[in-house]
């Protein structure tokens, strides 16, 4: 089998309220962009992926269309090994693609892409609801939402300002008390000593981990940090490949990982990152960038099949106006159902493909 064809179209979905406008320190936003692959092949099957591209500079999806096709066509799409070690591609685009090529992986074989991982040991994969910066009102009222939603995880974003954040945790608590596990991320906004002291006040509100609060090099620095705080750390911007996740294994910088396919480059890279932290005894979450449904796929099919992503993984897939596959995803008492059919189990509806395009 070979490919004959590629294509890659940028998309751009609305979210809803009270998701929208999703707020971190960085920027504000009430859409997702993604990048939507279609890799063909002689034998008629069809590949479908996704890569995160929100906020990119210079963003064009016929540039990446045309490399992609100039480097894919003519590979062996079923050689997913040699597609990593060869692929010289940017790394969400690599990521897209190689999505793309488990998805005809599974529909060649007849099976869903949970199972060619090793199969499926969790069929409903738990999901944390992921919102941006409120303040301590309005941080209550999305906590009592979410409990009503059936979520039993809450993310939120953070780092604008340290008061901000506490009082965000705060209204959270005493709007839900525990009935959220709670996790904040400040996205590196913080130096070391503005964390330490961050951490010291989080103390008191039982989170689940505070993720990357302080950049994500040198790892010397999140190592310090677990050793000053009784506040869990995770890092996800630390993590961009397995050789990564040994770094900070080795150096004890990190109780929780966050890969995800777009940093990481796809579900392989993923797949790999969690047999290195089952055998740590580390858990995983897979990160969430606004996806849509190919990546939401993907994060499934990992999830279900891997043993250290036993927490909920990040989303806010409840929060999209639309999605661009046929079917789209239900969560149901904070899971997600994982697809049973073949590849990633999902399709990709033509006529929302065409009407959230973006000429770029």
Request: aromatic share 6%; hydrophobic share 40%.
């Amino acid at each position: 089998m070979r490919v004959t064809d590629v294509s890659v179209t940028i998309v751009e979905v609305p979210q809803t309220a009270p998701l929208a406008p999703y707020r971190s320190h960085i920027r504000s936003s009430s859409t997702t962009q993604s990048g939507i692959v279609r890799v063909e092949t002689d034998a008629g099957l069809i590949g479908w992926g996704e890569h995160n591209v929100n906020f990119l500079p210079n963003l064009s999806g016929r540039r990446s269309e045309q490399q992609a096709r100039e480097w894919l066509i003519g590979c062996d799409p079923q050689n997913i090994a040699a597609f990593h070690r060869d692929c010289p591609l940017e790394t969400r685009l690599k990521s897209g693609i190689e999505l793309a090529l488990w998805d005809i992986c599974g529909k060649a074989a007849g099976l869903p892409v949970s199972v060619l991982l090793g199969g499926v040991i969790r069929p409903h994969v738990e999901v944390a609801a992921c919102m941006g910066i409120q303040n301590y009102e309005r941080a209550g009222e999305f906590a009592r939402w979410y409990v009503e939603m059936g979520f039993g995880t809450l993310k939120t974003k953070a780092g604008a300002d340290m008061h901000e954040d506490l009082e965000m945790v705060r209204g959270i608590r005493d709007a839900v008390g525990d009935r959220l596990k709670l996790r904040i991320d400040p996205n590196r906004a913080y130096l070391p000593q503005q964390a330490a002291e961050l951490c010291r006040q989080l103390e008191q509100y039982n989170l689940q981990y505070l993720e990357q609060p302080i950049p994500a090099e040198p790892l010397s620095d999140a190592t310090k940090l677990r050793r000053e705080t009784r506040v869990p750390i995770a890092l996800n911007e630390s993590v961009t490949d397995p050789a990564s996740v040994m770094a900070i294994l080795r150096e004890e910088a990190a109780e929780f990982i966050l890969p995800d396919t777009h940093i990481a480059g796809g579900i392989l890279p993923c797949v790999k990152i969690g047999h290195v932290c089952e055998a740590a005894e580390v858990p995983c979450i897979m990160h969430c960038g606004h996806d849509l449904g190919p990546k939401t796929a993907a994060m499934l099919h990992v999830a279900a099949s891997g043993p250290a992503y036993s927490l909920a993984n990040d989303t806010t897939y409840y929060g999209l106006e639309d999605d661009i596959i046929t079917e789209p995803f239900q969560i149901q008492s904070g899971t997600i159902a994982v697809p049973t059919k073949s590849g990633l189990g999902i399709e990709v509806d033509p006529e929302k493909l065409r009407k959230y395009r973006v000429d770029c």
